[in-house]
């Protein structure tokens, strides 16, 4: 690539990133501790009240909660800087290796909502712009307002309820496989919950790419193109679609970055061992590390999506430097 | 006179929602190698005229009567792949401001091989002629500027651009819709020498947009006033510069700058402004402002007729006695 990001451009990006990444870390860590219950009742439950102060003030050493909220952060972040992102106690493992099964799994089940709900999105909102308006754009706008509206747990639990039930077909009712012990079996499992979040993907991709077009269609260059005797699908794609690129990009780093954060509700549906159950488990035994480190992760990749993003951007519109 | 390149007959356009005449019943020739100039100023229906060529007006906006007869067809009615074939191969259009009519993301050498695969498919020696093209219009590293994307450039290098694209495939007719009102003055010099050598070169007709009487003088051949969204006067250019029969036509000379005027008189001006083409009706158009109207010219529409030199629509031409 001939341009090259100005060093003085990469260091304040790198350090807003730090700053970021930092403030999040102190926020979810004290989230944690100021909602109620800690790790004992966590995991416990109502039992906790029949333990004698002994016993409890073991577990909280056991738990690394005896220490001062200052000692807990420095701890927990100075592991999580060395990849030591903490125990999961209830589940017997590390955290690392909890992520490490939960996170393919969310990164292909955010994949292809993504890339279904960006096929999706791009083609109604050309559809609806190619003549703003008519019949089309008003089915097209009713889609994006529907897709919007409809919740996707309503959508997720219709769909296997009509799955299961009319037709008797659930592949997620089975014990969940990975594209490399069974890939058909896989294909089966992520394509519902797959529909279900690329419809949450493509209707504010519709929106954004309906309104980009029809922005980019009254520029001066698109009737250049037409006055040069381009065929009109090769204006609609070369010429408008390729400069109303920016605003859908954006919109869909956006959207990836909010499934690859883990689609707790339909991955509980689907009984998808991703990261939003890993997650939703965690909050519910109070379990320190792994909620702060697994937070810590989603937050790394949403900035490199955001870094992915812009480097498209340049790619994109040779424009910006 | 042969038989004309293109004729427009009665062309009217109007908006599509609420039926507003912007450019009323007008007719037109252009011979083969003639060059034509229209004035007016902004709303006179100048430019929507010219898009009107090419099939290329606004969205909201659309030729609601007449014909234009082109190569035995009627370009306001034929089909879409028929016009879309004629676009930049036969007639080709230069824009008023460069700055927006190229493809920003695209790189100027692309943007004109587009010119060549739309009408000829793909090519061998498109890129050998695209900057052929690009040092015939005093590009200086035609190589460069292929690779290059337009906000690289200068306004009067991309005007040059758009001119090259528009000349690429040599069409009969190119419509020039004020291609220097966005340049510098310098560069408006160059721009003007650069398409007056290339339309004797090529022997090509012209069809020349602007509000600027100064331009077209030493550049067309014919001149079309509009006043309005019609024609109020046609003529040779030395007929209308030397003897106008209209009078808004006289008003828009006398209020030129003369660089002879040692005096330092006031410029001329006609008072008030023009009035939108929808509001007139059966009524000169110029009646509001115009020192010989009197009541025929506000209740009766003059149409164009010959007199002593020009075709003028006015009852009560300059040359005539009142």
Not at chain 1, 213 to 242: C, N, P, Y
Not at chain 2, 245 to 252: R, S
Not at chain 2, 256 to 273: C, E, F, Q, W, Y
Request: proline share 5%; with cysteine; hydrophobic share 45%.
């Amino acid at each position: 690539m001939n341009k090259r990001l100005p060093s003085t451009v990469f260091f304040t990006r790198l350090a807003s990133v730090i700053t970021t990444l930092f403030g999040i870390s102190i926020f979810v860590f004290i989230v944690l501790r100021v909602i109620p219950g800690d790790s004992i009742t966590g995991s416990l439950g109502i039992e906790t009240g029949a333990l004698t102060p002994e016993q409890i003030e073991s577990l909280r050493a056991y738990y690394g909660i005896d220490k001062s909220l200052f000692g807990q952060y420095f701890s927990w972040m100075g592991s999580f800087l060395t990849g030591d992102f903490g125990f999961a106690y209830s589940n017997g493992v590390s955290v690392l290796e909890l992520t490490k099964s939960a996170l393919p799994v969310t990164i292909q089940l955010a994949l292809f909502g993504t890339i279904f709900g960006v096929i999706l999105g791009i083609s109604v909102g050309m559809f609806s712009a190619s003549k703003p308006g008519s019949v089309r754009d008003f089915a097209g706008q009713f889609f994006g307002l529907l897709a919007l509206a409809v919740p996707g747990f309503v959508l997720a639990t219709t769909l296997v309820t009509v799955m299961a039930n009319v037709f008797g077909y659930f592949p997620n009712g089975f014990e969940y496989m990975s594209p490399w012990e069974d890939p058909w079996m896989n294909f089966q499992q992520m394509m519902f919950p797959s529909l279900v979040l690329g419809i949450a993907v493509a209707a504010p991709v519709m929106r954004t790419t309906r309104s980009a077009l029809l922005e980019t269609v009254d520029k001066d260059f698109i009737r250049t193109a037409h006055g040069k005797g381009v065929k009109h699908r090769v204006v609609q794609f070369k010429h408008v679609l390729r400069n109303s690129l920016i605003p859908i990009v954006t919109m869909t780093g956006i959207q990836f970055g909010y499934l690859l954060g883990g689609a707790v509700i339909t991955e509980k549906i689907f009984a998808m061992p991703g990261m939003g159950r890993q997650i939703l488990d965690a909050i519910n035994k109070r379990e320190y590390a792994t909620v702060q480190s697994s937070v810590m992760i989603f937050a790394i990749m949403f900035v490199l999506i955001n870094l992915i993003t812009d480097i498209i951007y340049r790619r994109i519109d040779p424009r910006i430097k | 006179m042969s038989s004309p390149l293109i004729k427009v007959s009665n062309l009217t356009v109007s908006t599509s929602d609420d039926n507003r005449t912007l450019v009323n019943s007008v007719s037109f020739e252009i011979a083969p190698g003639e060059a034509v100039g229209v004035v007016g100023e902004s709303g006179s229906g100048k430019t929507l005229t010219a898009l009107s060529l090419l099939g290329l007006l606004p969205r909201g906006v659309q030729a609601t009567a007449g014909s234009i007869s082109y190569d035995g067809k009627d370009l306001l009615h034929t089909d879409s792949e028929t016009l879309r074939s004629i676009r930049g191969n036969k007639i080709a259009m230069i824009y008023q401001d460069p700055m927006t009519a190229l493809n920003p993301v695209m790189r100027l050498g692309a943007q004109l091989i587009e010119v060549i695969e739309s009408h000829e498919g793909q090519s061998g020696d498109a890129t050998e002629r695209v900057l052929t093209a690009f040092s015939d219009v005093g590009i200086p590293d035609p190589k460069r500027a292929y690779e290059s994307y337009p906000h690289e450039f200068s306004g009067g290098m991309r005007q040059r651009v758009m001119i090259a694209m528009a000349l690429l495939l040599s069409p009969e007719l190119l419509i020039a819709d004020e291609p220097t009102t966005a340049l510098d003055v310098t560069i408006q010099q160059q721009i003007l020498a650069l398409v007056m050598h290339e339309r004797r070169k090529r022997n090509m007709s012209m069809l020349w947009i602007t509000h600027d009487l100064g331009v077209v003088a030493n550049l067309v051949d014919r001149v079309i006033v509009m006043y309005a969204g019609r024609i109020v006067e046609v003529g040779s250019v030395k007929d209308v510069f030397t003897n106008p029969q209209h009078p808004y036509t006289a008003g828009l000379l006398a209020s030129l700058p003369k660089a002879s005027d040692k005096n330092r008189t006031r410029l001329v001006s006609i008072p008030g402004i023009p009035p939108k083409p929808w509001t007139v009706g059966e009524s000169c158009a110029f009646s509001a402002r115009c020192t010989r109207a009197d009541d025929q010219c506000r209740t009766t529409l003059p149409l164009l007729r010959e007199n002593s030199s020009t075709q003028a629509a006015c009852f009560h031409l300059m040359g005539e006695k009142r």
